[in-house]
């Protein structure tokens, strides 16, 4: 299986990148947006492929990791305009209240990770880390002093990759009352300091 990492990818293939996302991550996004096909149709006109990297495969997209700077974000077009006019105002100000338990903004010299994602037919290849290590290549050739990412307690194995390659926790949160809302009940802050 012959794969490739790319910054970005072709914004025709923004649908399939979509579906992907909401392969990983669609449970995250559930209760601000119920229904699934208007979470991928959401997701796919608010990506901005350049804070990303991809893993392509005969020209596909098998694999995704996004990333924010001061600069943008692969999600930055996920705003309150894009949300009421794609969802109407009453689910579009439901999605922008409970996505913004979620927001996180990178600080200055810091590369903050959005996720990564793979096919869920071929995980377990090691694209994972080769997206990771690509994010850690770009965030040394460009400067960043650290990289941080967040990780849900319910994905202990992302946990101990990431504690692998040195990335260290800074910070618990706990909220097991809100479990209901947002499909999970803690999440870790970790963060690698670059040399």
Same mark, same amino acid.
């Given at each position: ?83 009421? @006019? &794609?969802?109407?105002?009453?689910? %579009? !100000? ?5 996505? =913004? ?5 990178? +600080? #200055? ?9 793979? @096919? &869920?037919?071929?995980?377990?290849? %090691? !694209? ?5 290590? =690509? ?5 040394? +050739? #460009? ?9 849900? @307690? &319910? ?41």
């Amino acid at each position: 299986m012959e794969i490739a990492i790319r910054q970005g990818w072709p914004l025709e293939q923004a649908q399939h990148v979509a579906e992907l996302y909401e392969q990983a991550f669609g449970m995250k996004f559930a209760r601000a947006i119920p229904n699934q096909a208007a979470r991928v149709a959401v997701l796919s006109q608010c990506f901005v492929p350049d804070f990303s990297f991809a893993a392509m495969q005969n020209g596909k997209v098998v694999g995704l990791a996004g990333f924010q700077t001061q600069a943008g974000a692969l999600t930055q077009g996920m705003d309150a305009k894009q949300l009421i @006019d &794609s969802l109407g105002p009453i689910k %579009g !100000i439901w999605a922008c209240a409970i996505l =913004a338990l979620f927001e996180r903004k990178a +600080a #200055h010299n810091e590369l903050m990770m959005d996720g990564i994602a793979v @096919d &869920s037919a071929i995980r377990g290849q %090691g !694209i994972g880390s080769q997206l990771l290590d =690509a994010i850690m290549d770009y965030a040394q +050739a #460009h400067g960043f002093e650290s990289v941080r990412l967040g990780v849900i @307690d &319910s994905n202990p194995r992302a946990r101990k990759l990431y504690q692998a390659r040195g990335f260290v926790a800074t910070k618990e949160e706990r909220f097991p009352h809100l479990k209901w809302l947002v499909g999970f009940s803690g999440a870790t802050t970790m963060v690698k300091a670059l040399n």
